[in-house]
């Protein structure tokens, strides 16, 4: 097979959208967190990995997506981990902190991919009133820039493990959040160090979109979700032939992740995954395997996120008075 001829002409047309480096996105196998799964879900997510899946997407379906995430992490050596959990009736700090432990527990493979929860029976649960479709859309790019303060309150050397004068971390390269939104204000810094990645990606499904908002579809995610239904018996030519016909037709927001939804667990799904990546590899539509030791962002050709100082935040300057600030 030979790459989709109108996917190198969409790479090299002026004004269009650069995807990453290698040009292609990752490839992901979205799994339910049901608690009937849970027996299985290991050994799939193990097979996956060795099978050279770029990622799995968790999406709730009974156990919270992110403490999913954190059982497969240490099971799991190169495949991405980015629990579908949302942005809006959620604490934005601990939400924040959560992800960077998963992406200390992973060395570097956590994502974030953000929903915003529509649902009016879920504001109740955490002692809200439901939003509106304007105001969700902001709360959720509200909580994406604060959990970005959040991650980038701990410098890279911040942590000194000084054993001779007691001293574990240098006060003075941390530094607060200091986020003020419309409905919620997070003071800062996490309580937990620099994660592995500094900023961790944040991903936005097609699905997703509308109740997110165009800012953060636009704006703030790092790119967009593609996805692949394969629920259907799907054949290989034919999934093919839709996510070269989507990418060569793609407009703004990168797709940085192909995501195969719908994947019957009964019915061999490693070997159906398996097939089907090496089918969208030989046709040039997704990247490469991943390696061990090779985080998300390196996968998906993002940046280095390096720590973003600004004096002004500083967490050792809390315990001085007013005239030493003077």
């Not at 809006?88 to 700090?93: A, R, S, T």
């Not at 409905?183 to 937990?192: D, H, L």
């Not at 500094?198 to 109740?211: E, K, M, Q, S």
């Not at 280095?304 to 500083?314: K, T, W």
Request: some cysteine; hydrophobic content about 45%.
């Amino acid at each position: 097979m030979t790459d989709h001829p109108s996917i190198a002409a969409r790479a090299d047309a002026p004004g269009a959208p650069q995807n990453p480096p290698c040009g292609l996105p990752v490839l992901a196998v979205d799994l339910v967190t049901d608690p009937a799964l849970l027996g299985g879900l290991a050994d799939l997510a193990r097979g996956l990995d060795k099978a050279g899946v770029g990622a799995l997407t968790l999406s709730d379906g009974g156990l919270h997506p992110i403490q999913v995430a954190a059982h497969l992490a240490p099971l799991t050596r190169a495949i991405a981990l980015l629990p579908r959990t949302d942005a809006v009736y959620v604490e934005p700090f601990h939400l924040a902190t959560q992800l960077m432990s998963l992406d200390h527990i992973s060395h570097g493979r956590a994502g974030w991919l953000l929903t915003a929860e529509t649902d009016p029976a879920v504001p109740a649960t955490v002692g809200r009133t439901t939003l509106d479709l304007a105001a969700t859309s902001r709360e959720a790019a509200d909580v994406l820039e604060a959990s970005r303060l959040v991650w980038d309150s701990w410098a890279e050397d911040a942590v000194v493990r000084d054993t001779v004068s007691g001293v574990y971390v240098d006060a003075s390269r941390l530094q607060y959040a200091d986020f003020e939104g419309e409905t919620f204000s997070v003071r800062g810094p996490a309580i937990t160090p620099r994660s592995p990645q500094g900023l961790i990606p944040v991903l936005l499904a097609d699905t997703d979109r509308a109740a997110a908002g165009e800012r953060v579809a636009a704006e703030l995610a790092d790119g967009r979700v593609l996805d692949l239904d394969v629920s259907t018996g799907t054949h290989l030519e034919a999934a093919s032939d839709a996510l070269a016909t989507a990418l060569a037709g793609e407009q703004g927001p990168v797709v940085r992740l192909v995501r195969l939804v719908g994947l019957d667990l009964e019915a061999d799904p490693l070997g159906t995954v398996t097939q089907l990546a090496a089918a969208l590899r030989d046709r040039g539509l997704i990247a490469a395997a991943p390696d061990a030791g090779q985080s998300l962002r390196e996968q998906m050709g993002l940046p280095a996120a390096a720590h973003s100082n600004d004096p002004a935040r500083r967490s050792d300057r809390a315990r001085l008075t007013s005239k030493d600030l003077a």
